[in-house]
């Protein structure tokens, strides 16, 4: 995969697979374009780097004399303070590892001693995770600042434990006021959590400065798809709270009528844990606050598409807010005539590019955006290039201008050709 460097080199925005190539179905073959990395981004090459270094010592942790175990011990509980550094955890902050943003979620709901109050434009994990134990939904209004108010005014209305925010739109890419919104929060008596899953890979998120009481982010969004995930939050509910697993780890004494359990992580972390998960995950954080913010140029690449898609006759962008946005590395669109199932299938057989359709994990403001049967969206990351966007929107444009060239159809719930001529790689071929 060309990634190895040694380790007195400095860390790189390059990722694994850049340069992969995909079969057309009328024949022949192109690099990838990626614009799926809202979903799962790529790993990081100093992230698979760090992996590869690991794997000949990999062994249990805590509990092992040998000295694998040892090193995989010495790794893990690092990580922890590695993370914290990056997301700027205040004094007192507990980093816990999860399986991903989705599990840090529910694993702090049962730890919230009280009501809990939740936009509607959130991802189903931080939407779903809350209306299991009764949150109250509040609607977004047309500008950030009067979803602001309308949030304050709520609290005010009605005190709850917790407000439960994300950070960016899985769906637009729109960023919230963090910040603004912790402020008010506490100004109300209730304390703040983040689902930083869209906004850890782009934004340097600082917990302490902004106020945040809680974060949640996924490995496999932050350049490290190896199944591990974060909360990281004050200490005090998490140690009250009944450990999320039973099981080994996460007690300090067991008799056959009952157990005491440990305070800290490793309440929370019962079994053997995701060791290779949680290196990748401290080695992306390093990269990244190595790397620092590519902003200017993300902020360049995502005005390109959506300036591009703008001016395509039939295409339609979506958007939560009228105005004062601040918006990261995601677009959503439409496009009149065409499922998106059917442009998602035309994009990737015809002209190896792949992005994401369907509702995004996101159904109530999907409806709320006027696309209640789904959308497209590509989002872009590391990697992403001024000439991948313009590959993108010249098939969009082709696709608007004469319609795609191959016949698409319906088979075991996925759109494609309907002689699908492409090749899988030979490791999947029985």
């Not at 490995?219 to 591990?228: E, I, N, R, S, T």
């Not at 989002?379 to 000439?387: A, E, F």
Request: proline share 5%; with cysteine.
């Amino acid at each position: 995969m060309g990634c190895h460097m040694s380790v007195s080199e400095q860390p790189t925005a390059r990722v694994v697979g850049a340069d992969t190539k995909v079969p057309l179905a009328q024949g022949g073959w192109i690099r990838y374009a990626n614009f799926d990395y809202a979903a799962s981004a790529p790993a990081l090459c100093d992230v698979a780097d760090r992996v590869t270094e690991l794997l000949p010592y990999y062994a249990s942790v805590h509990r092992g004399a040998g000295y694998a175990s040892r090193v995989c011990t010495r790794l893990y509980e690092g990580a922890r303070e590695t993370v914290a550094r990056f997301v700027g955890a205040a004094e007192g902050h507990q980093v816990i590892f999860t399986r991903n943003t989705t599990d840090s979620l529910n694993l702090l709901a049962a730890a919230v001693p009280g009501e809990v109050v939740v936009l509607d434009i959130e991802h189903h994990a931080n939407l779903l995770t809350w209306q299991r134990y009764g949150a109250r939904v509040v609607e977004h209004r047309a500008s950030v600042a009067d979803t602001v108010t309308a949030l304050d005014e709520e609290l005010q209305r009605r005190p709850a434990a917790l407000l439960a925010v994300t950070g960016a739109s899985n769906v637009t890419g729109e960023v919230l006021p963090l910040a603004e919104l912790a402020a008010v929060a506490h100004r109300r008596g209730a304390r703040i959590a983040v689902d930083g899953a869209q906004l850890a890979p782009h934004r340097r998120i600082d917990l302490a400065g902004n106020g945040i009481d809680y974060l949640a982010f996924s490995g496999h969004k932050l350049y490290a798809p190896f199944g591990a995930g974060v909360l990281v939050g004050q200490a005090d509910w998490l140690d009250a709270a009944r450990p999320y697993l039973a099981g080994g780890g996460a007690v300090r004494d067991v008799s056959v009528d009952g157990a005491e359990w440990f305070t800290g992580p490793q309440r929370h972390e019962a079994g053997t844990p995701n060791v290779v998960g949680v290196a990748a995950v401290a080695a992306a954080c390093e990269a990244l606050a190595i790397l620092g913010e590519a902003s200017l140029v993300e902020n360049a690449l995502t005005a390109q598409l959506r300036d591009g898609l703008d001016a395509i006759e039939g295409v339609d962008t979506l958007s939560i807010w009228d105005s004062g946005r601040d918006v990261l590395g995601i677009v959503s669109f439409t496009v009149a005539g065409y499922t998106p199932s059917v442009v998602a299938a035309y994009l990737s057989a015809e002209h190896g590019i792949g992005l994401r359709d369907g509702r995004f994990c996101a159904h109530p403001l999907l409806a709320r955006l006027g696309a209640p049967g789904g959308a497209l969206r590509a989002s872009i990351g590391l990697g992403t290039t001024p000439g991948d966007i313009t590959r993108l929107l010249d098939a969009v444009g082709e696709l608007v201008d004469r319609g795609p060239a191959l016949t698409y159809t319906e088979r075991d719930g996925q759109v494609g050709p309907v002689d699908d001529p492409r090749p899988f790689p030979d490791f999947l071929v029985a």
